[in-house]
């Protein structure tokens, strides 16, 4: 795969530069779990000077980049479905699912989100197939994090993957990768809480467009069936906004340092945040004005400024400063926010100029409809990874 001393040079960059993209909390720590493998794994080591040079391409505007990173994407591919079909065993089959992820995490780094389903869905399925070969494996368990929140970012899109719906049971198994109850994960910020709250505002985030939609066509006869269903699901609203204003507790591994540890801490708590304003603004309905969404909105921004706008933990915050971001309501947050995604365009996270462009538009013709909502409308399909 490393021809030349160009593709070296899109590997050092990788190690460098892109791993603090993919892997803004623990780039060492990954690296030292994917460096290995990629020495024996063809498509693995295509898939990251691929990424290497999509991201180089976005920092420097460089052609030459762009067009190996699509030779190095198709090399890789092509090494990926040879060893998908091969009976392998050690690193080249424990290399399939974080190649596959790899490869998915450019796509939405470059606002590629059709592509980015595909594989995407293809992870699914591997998941299916070599989750038991590989249970022990190191790579294997932070892939299957990363595939965790990579599937939470994609739900909260409102589009489904393209074939493969997820079993509640597969959900089940990859949740537990993370760490148990009351512990924030070092790998993507998140606790397994939080991300089963997520989950769970999803579904009823769903389950109220199933029933509003249901009372528009159906007759009178439904209502009452309707009313029950509107009944229950405000009980688990409430129960769930209960457990997510609890989840300020949440505490870092101690083995982090300080700075670290309060990150982690921060970032945690915004995407908490950004939760209970999906909670409200999806669920509930509440208006932007409700003392319980600005209080969020607030808490946000308070947090955001405890963390330097420099550090990478910034580069995985792009859907709590959107869903803060389209709810901001006075120029000084809203500024605020443009100024840290701003930042993160800077460092070459794709798509940020054209979310950023979305908020201004929310901001200028979306009135008092929901942002998601609004992006519905305008046919934008945004992965906020």
């Not at 892109?18 to 460096?35: I, K, R």
């Not at 796509?107 to 590629?112: I, P, S």
């Not at 528009?216 to 209502?223: A, G, K, L, R």
């Amino acid at each position: 795969m490393l021809q030349s001393d160009r593709h070296r040079f899109y590997l050092d960059h990788f190690i460098a530069n892109t791993a603090n993209l993919y892997f803004p909390l623990q780039p060492d720590a990954a690296l030292s779990l994917v460096m290995p493998t990629a020495e024996n794994s063809p498509c693995m080591l295509g898939a990251m000077v691929a990424a290497s040079c999509s991201h180089y391409f976005r920092l420097k505007g460089n052609q030459d980049s762009r067009t190996i990173a699509i030779a190095a994407t198709v090399q890789s591919l092509s090494s990926l479905r040879e060893t998908i079909t091969t009976p392998t065993i050690g690193s080249q089959s424990a290399a399939i699912l974080p190649t596959t992820l790899m490869l998915a995490t450019t796509c939405v780094c470059a606002g590629d989100t059709a592509t980015f389903r595909q594989h995407l869905d293809g992870a699914l399925h591997i998941i299916q197939r070599d989750s038991i070969r590989h249970t022990l494996d190191p790579l294997w368990w932070l892939s299957r994090k990363w595939l965790v929140h990579l599937l939470l970012m994609n739900r909260l899109s409102g589009l489904p993957l393209p074939s493969q719906q997820r079993k509640a049971s597969e959900w089940s198994q990859l949740l537990m990768s993370m760490p148990d109850f009351g512990q924030i994960d070092v790998a993507t910020g998140l606790s397994r809480d939080l991300v089963a709250a997520l989950d769970e505002v999803c579904e009823l985030s769903d389950s109220r467009t199933r029933t509003s939609h249901q009372a528009s066509v159906e007759d009178e006869d439904s209502c009452g069936e309707q009313e029950t269903a509107f009944k229950g699901r405000d009980a688990r609203a409430r129960s769930l906004e209960t457990r997510l204003v609890g989840f300020t507790n949440k505490t870092a591994p101690r083995a982090a340092s300080h700075e670290l540890r309060t990150e982690l801490e921060c970032s945690h708590s915004l995407f908490t945040n950004a939760t209970l304003l999906s909670l409200y603004r999806r669920v509930d309905e509440l208006p932007k004005t409700h003392p319980k969404v600005r209080a969020a909105v607030e808490s946000t921004i308070l947090l955001l400024q405890k963390i330097d706008n420099r550090s990478r933990v910034n580069m995985q915050l792009l859907w709590p400063l959107v869903t803060a971001g389209c709810e901001a309501t006075n120029d000084d947050d809203r500024n605020f926010i443009v100024e840290r995604m701003e930042a993160l365009t800077e460092r070459g996270l794709g798509g940020c100029g054209n979310v950023i462009q979305f908020m201004k538009d929310y901001w200028e013709t979306g009135g008092d409809t929901r942002w998601d909502v609004f992006a519905q409308q305008r046919q934008m399909d945004m992965v906020l990874f």
